[in-house]
C-alpha cells in the first residue's frame, strides 16, 4: 500500500496526518469524531471509480436510449399525421385541382380575348348607314370612311329586312370580316330608318316633266287599245290627274284620265272618259317615276257587241268608281288640263 498523505476531518474539516508508524489514525484529533479509514487499494479504488462510472453511463445510455425512443415514437406518430394530413389535402386538391385551373385559364381566357378584342377594329366605326328608296322597300347604303383600316372587300354586313324597310322601322346590321383572321371586330348594331321617299300623297311634286312623263307611259298604254281606233285615238283630250291617298297604309293610285269623242257612221255619240291607272307612285329626285303597276285592269277603252261602247258617260260616273273604296279617311287631289 501507497504512503498515505494527509486529509480533512469530514467532520470538523481539520487536517489529519498520519499517526508516527504512517498510518491512518481513526479518530480526529481535534473533534474527536471517530473516522471510517479507506483501506482499499489504488486499484481498487480505480476499479469500483470505473464501475461507478459504467453504471452512470450505463444507466444515462439506457435514459438516453429511452428518451431516443420515445422522441422517434413520437416522430413516428408525427410523421403519421402530417402524411394523413398530406392525403386529404392530396384529396382536396386533387378535386380542387381541375376547378382551379379551369378558373386560372377562364380568367387568363377573359384577360386575352379582353387584349384582343381591345386591339380589334369595329367596323361600324368607320362606316356610315343610310336609307335610300321608297318607304317600305328601301335598301341601306353604306358609305366607307376613308381612313377606314380596311377595304369593302374585307367586311361582311347583313340585315335581314333590307329590301323591304320602312321610314321608323328598327333593324340591325351585322359587320363581320370576310377573313375569320381578320382584325376586325364581329358587331350587330341598331339602326332606326329615316329618309326613305314615301309615295306621293297629293299632286305637289307633279311638274309640267312629269305629268308630260305620265301622259306618254299613258298613251303608250292607250294605244292600239279595242275599239280605240287612230280618229278617236287623235281626237281625245286629257282631262286630268286625279290622285287618291291612303294615310292607313301608306298607298296611293293615280288615274290619268282622258276624254275620248265618239262617233259613228256619221253620228255623234257624246264624249266617253278612259284612264290609266298607276299604284304607289313615287316621284324620284331626279324627275323619273316609280310604281307598282299600271293599267292592271285599268278602265281602258273597248267596245262590246258589236258598236257598242262601254265606257264612262261622263267624269262624274269616273268619279263615283273612284272613290268607292273601304278607305277610312281617303285623300284626294286634282289637277284639270
Not at 329590301?163 to 375569320?180: A, H, M, T, W, Y
Request: charged share 30%; hydrophobic share 30%.
Amino acid at each position: 500500500m501507497s504512503e498515505m498523505k494527509s486529509w480533512n476531518c469530514p467532520h470538523c474539516g481539520g487536517t489529519i496526518v498520519p499517526d508516527e508508524n504512517g498510518k491512518p489514525v481513526t479518530k480526529c484529533p481535534f473533534c474527536d469524531s471517530l473516522l471510517e479509514l479507506d483501506t482499499r487499494s489504488t486499484e481498487q479504488k480505480a476499479y469500483e471509480a470505473f464501475k461507478g462510472k459504467y453504471k452512470a453511463e450505463a444507466e444515462f445510455n439506457d435514459a438516453e436510449r429511452r428518451a431516443r425512443q420515445e422522441y422517434e415514437r413520437k416522430q413516428a406518430e408525427q410523421a403519421e399525421k402530417s402524411a394523413r394530413n398530406r392525403r386529404v389535402k392530396g384529396r382536396v386538391i386533387g378535386c380542387l385541382t381541375p376547378v382551379l385551373i379551369l378558373i386560372i385559364l377562364i380568367a387568363i381566357g377573359t384577360i386575352i380575348v379582353k387584349v384582343v378584342d381591345a386591339k380589334l377594329t369595329d367596323p361600324s366605326s368607320y362606316i356610315d348607314v343610310s336609307f335610300e328608296g321608297l318607304d317600305g322597300s328601301g335598301h341601306i347604303v353604306y358609305t366607307y370612311h376613308d381612313d377606314a383600316p380596311f377595304d369593302s372587300r374585307d367586311i361582311k354586313t347583313h340585315c335581314y329586312e333590307d329590301g323591304r324597310l320602312r321610314n321608323g322601322q328598327s333593324v340591325k346590321i351585322e359587320f363581320s370580316p370576310v377573313d375569320d383572321n381578320a382584325m376586325i371586330k364581329d358587331v350587330t348594331k341598331a339602326y332606326t330608318v329615316a329618309g326613305l321617299k314615301g309615295v306621293e300623297k297629293d299632286l305637289e311634286n307633279f311638274t309640267a316633266d312629269v305629268m308630260a312623263d305620265i301622259e306618254t307611259k299613258s298613251k303608250d298604254k292607250l294605244k292600239g287599245a279595242q275599239g280605240l281606233t287612230d280618229e278617236r285615238y287623235q281626237s281625245m283630250k286629257r282631262r286630268c290627274l286625279y290622285l287618291r291617298y291612303d294615310p292607313d297604309t301608306n298607298e296611293n293610285v293615280v288615274w290619268d284620265v282622258y276624254q275620248v269623242p265618239i262617233t259613228s257612221h256619221g253620228e255623234d255619240f257624246g264624249d266617253r272618259y278612259v284612264s290609266v291607272y298607276y299604284e304607289n307612285l313615287v316621284i324620284k329626285s331626279n324627275g323619273d317615276l316609280v310604281y307598282d303597276g299600271s293599267g292592271k285592269g285599268g278602265h281602258l277603252m273597248f267596245f262590246n257587241y258589236g258598236e257598242g261602247f262601254n265606257g264612262y258617260d261622263s267624269f262624274d260616273d269616273f268619279l263615283s268608281v273612284v272613290k268607292n273604296n273601304k278607305i277610312n279617311d281617303p285623300q284626294y287631289d286634282q289637277h284639270d288640263f
